[in-house]
């Protein structure tokens, strides 16, 4: 006829099993079942807690090292800046402020307080204003009052003007006063003299200062004795 006949599909007979065909419904061999979800697999947490404690131990080491290295920073920087020694420095005071000023020279000394390259050493002898300026101005002697003192705190002003006008030689810095009560004004007086070095000197009014701070001032307040 000219034309190719195109062979028809058989048609399946009702008593013939139904074909299967890949890929729908069950697969075979090594394939997966369609349809169904793969079971998850579960993660072991024994790997993070191990992690997490490394993690812990290397910044506790870490801090130990820091906390260490800074301590020894410091020990060395302050060994470096008391680079010159120890230099004592004797401050006599009128016996009615001596209880404050123990405890300030006390707080300064625990503080390894540095002036000039030296730890400065501060000593406080109680003596009457009176018999200080006696041993200064040569009315009597010097080894009376335990010698020169670097700084001298009388209960007032008078007994520095007595001073400066007898030996004006002998003050080192100007009287400054660091506490007041009634009818005192406690002035601080750096001295002068063979046996005061500058670092005394320089030492007397860095100390001038430091009673003036608030600590210090607390101690004065305590004793009865009104802040500058």
């Known amino acids: 006829m000219g034309r190719h006949s195109v062979a028809e599909e058989p048609v399946p007979h009702p008593l013939d099993p139904p074909k299967r065909y890949e890929g729908r419904g069950e697969a075979t061999g090594s394939h997966r079942i369609v349809g169904k979800k793969a079971p998850r697999r579960k993660v072991a947490k024994w790997p993070i807690a191990a992690v997490v404690l490394v993690a812990l131990i290397a910044i506790g080491v870490f801090g130990w090292n820091w ?65 200080v300026l006696d041993g200064l101005v040569g009315r009597t002697n010097l080894d009376s009052i335990g010698g020169l003192p670097a700084a001298w705190i009388p209960e007032s002003s008078y007994w520095v003007t007595e001073l400066n006008t007898a030996k004006p030689e002998l003050v080192g810095s100007p009287a400054q006063s660091v506490a007041t009560a009634r009818s005192a004004d406690y002035p601080l007086v750096g001295l002068a003299g063979k046996t005061i070095d500058e670092v005394q000197m320089r030492a007397a009014q860095t100390f001038r200062q430091y009673l003036q701070q608030p600590a210090q001032q607390a101690d004065f307040a305590a004793a009865g004795i009104k802040a500058t």
Request: hydrophobic share 45%; charged share 25%.
């Open 67 to 131: 906390a260490d290295g800074e301590l020894s920073t410091r020990a060395e920087a302050q060994a470096k800046a008391c680079s010159a020694g120890d230099t004592p420095m004797r401050v006599v005071v009128t016996p009615s402020i001596e209880k404050p000023l123990r405890a300030a020279a006390e707080r300064w000394n625990n503080a390894a307080t540095v002036v000039r390259d030296h730890c400065v050493i501060i000593q406080i002898d109680a003596l009457s204003s009176a018999s």
